[in-house]
């Protein structure tokens, strides 16, 4: 357990659907990172937030949303889901400041989201 | 951040040391090497990171040449459960500023019985 908590673990929907995973950083971390894993795309940043606030934006498409909540819960929400859209997403989360951010990032288990 | 550059795959016997070879010719002073790997479809799990001095710990070692422009990463004793990609990755860690991870398409690490 990395202590990055991903729900849910699956999901199948289909196309046009939206919907939302949601990610719980591991305690003490500020920052949550989200990433996308299909198969012939390798990892892709999406979106980072620190404290609630966005900080990094990356290959998001406009029909993707995230936030990061008080309790720093972080949520991305996939809406008009298109085939396309099937991947791994995974949450990562770090300090985001200090000298506990040099360790890098903690990866989730992440969702597979499958879209029929 | 630098771009990284790794072999495809590589293959390893079971108990020999594996190394891992990257190239990061135009990494810059305050960038950092890290090495991540995913096991099968796992969340990416951090193995070591290092500046410029060769680093130790209970998972793997990593050799960073003088210049800094390559460096290496040993799995001393490989075992089947090493069978991962791995992926090298250098980033900003400038004063209080540090950079996404980006990753590439890393080396896919075949262990052999």
């Known amino acids: 357990d990395s202590g990055v908590t991903q729900t849910p673990k699956h999901l199948i929907t289909a196309t046009g659907q939206r919907v939302t995973l949601r990610c719980s950083p591991r305690?003490?971390?500020?920052?949550v990172y989200w990433y996308q894993q299909s198969l012939d795309q390798g990892l892709q940043f999406l979106i980072q937030?620190?404290?609630?606030?966005?900080?990094a934006k990356g290959n998001i498409l406009e029909r993707f949303s995230a936030q990061q909540f008080p309790d720093l819960h972080s949520e991305l929400n996939l809406s008009s889901l298109e085939l396309g859209d099937s991947a791994l997403y995974f949450c990562?989360?770090?300090?985001?400041?200090?000298?506990?951010?040099?360790?890098?990032?903690?990866f989730g288990s992440g969702t597979r989201l499958t879209v029929v | 951040d630098a771009k990284t550059t790794q072999p495809t795959s590589m293959d390893c016997a079971e108990g020999r040391a594996a190394n891992l070879p990257c190239n990061h010719s135009?990494?810059?002073?305050?960038?950092?090497v890290y090495w991540y790997r995913q096991i099968h479809s796992q969340g990416p799990q951090y193995i070591i990171h290092?500046?410029?001095n060769n680093e130790t710990n209970e998972m793997a070692s990593l050799i960073i040449t003088e210049d800094r422009k390559s460096s290496t990463l040993i799995l001393p004793h490989a075992t089947l459960r090493d069978t991962a990609v791995y992926y090298c990755?250098?980033?900003?860690?400038?004063?209080?500023?540090?950079?996404?991870?980006?990753f590439g398409q890393g080396t896919i690490l075949t262990v052999h019985p």
């Open positions: 990562a989360s770090s300090a985001g400041h200090g000298t506990k951010e040099i360790y890098g990032y903690t």
């Open positions: 305690s003490g971390d500020l920052s």
């Open positions: 937030y620190y404290n609630g606030e966005e900080r």
């Open positions: 135009t990494i810059s002073g305050n960038e950092y």
């Open positions: 290092g500046l410029k």
């Open positions: 990755i250098v980033r900003n860690a400038g004063g209080t500023s540090y950079g996404k991870l980006t």
